[in-house]
Nanobody, 121 residues
């Protein structure tokens, strides 16, 4: 599976962005999909995940209520709708696919290249 993240950019605080992650391969629908982010000088951290069917979603406490993860298996794409953005959301955002999923990186087998999100105050 190859993953291509897009949709990042520069936005003002309290604004919104939607990230997309397009996957190649016919087995996309069997994987849990996740979003992680890495801010300058910090370790990569979990943001959100969605089960293969889309029936279960998980969020970090820092984004719960502001971000929404969704997927369209017909389009081999996962999305991250980010609302009420804050300067502390500034990071490179990565999408990932894995058989185990979860909030730890070792649950994911495939990673996209990342897309930069910058939130100005």
């Amino acid at each position: 599976v190859q993953l291509q993240a897009s949709g990042g950019g520069l936005v003002q605080a309290r604004g919104s962005l939607r990230l997309s992650c397009a996957a190649s391969g016919r087995t996309f629908s069997i994987y849990t999909m996740g979003w992680f982010r890495q801010a300058p000088g910090k370790e990569r951290e979990f943001v959100a995940a969605i089960s293969w069917s889309g029936g279960r979603t998980y969020y970090s406490d820092s984004v719960k209520g502001r971000f929404t993860i969704s997927r369209d298996n017909a389009k081999n794409t996962v999305y991250l709708q980010m609302n009420s953005l804050r300067p502390e959301d500034t990071a490179v955002y990565y999408c990932a696919a894995g058989g185990r999923g979860g909030s730890y990186e070792d649950g994911y087998d495939y990673w996209g290249q990342g897309t930069q999100v910058t939130v100005s105050s």
